[in-house]
C-alpha cells in the first residue's frame, strides 16, 4: 500500500512538471486577443450578432446550378457577451489574424446585424 501511495505520488509530481507543447503559440494568441480587444473584460454590450452573408453558390455543370446561384447565409452569434466571445475566439485560436473586418468593425462599432458582400471592403 505505501508503494503504491508513493507511486501516486511520483505521478502527481511529475504531472505538475508537464509543460505545454504550444505555450509560445498559446501566449502569441494571447498578445493579438490584447492587442485586438483590450486587456479587460469586455463590456457586455451585445448578446446577439447576425451576420448576413450574400455569397454565390458556383458549381459544377454535374450539379445543374448555372455559372453561379445565390447562396445567403446567417451567421448568429449568441450569448452574454459577443464581443469577450469574439475574444475568446481569437485567444483558442479560431479567428486568425489579421482579424477579419466584419469581426474588427464589431469591435469598433458594436452592431447587431453585419451584412457582408462579396468585394467589398468595409
Not at 501566449?27 to 473584460?41: F, I, M, N, T, W
Not at 482579424?99 to 471592403?121: F, H, N, W, Y
Amino acid at each position: 500500500m505505501l508503494r503504491s501511495l508513493v507511486g501516486s505520488e511520483m505521478c502527481i509530481r511529475d504531472r505538475a512538471k508537464v509543460l505545454c507543447e504550444e505555450a509560445e503559440l498559446h501566449e502569441q494568441r494571447s498578445l493579438h486577443a490584447d492587442e485586438a480587444c483590450g486587456v479587460g473584460p469586455l463590456p457586455a454590450a451585445l448578446q446577439r450578432v447576425d451576420w448576413k452573408i450574400k455569397g454565390a453558390l458556383q458549381g459544377s455543370s454535374d450539379l445543374n446550378l448555372g455559372a453561379t446561384t445565390e447562396f445567403p447565409m446567417l451567421v448568429r452569434f449568441d450569448g452574454p457577451n459577443v464581443m469577450e466571445g469574439v475574444k475568446q475566439l481569437v485567444r483558442a485560436g479560431v479567428v486568425e489574424m489579421p482579424m477579419p473586418a466584419p469581426l474588427s468593425t464589431l469591435l469598433d462599432k458594436p452592431c447587431a446585424q453585419i451584412l457582408v458582400e462579396p468585394g467589398r471592403q468595409d
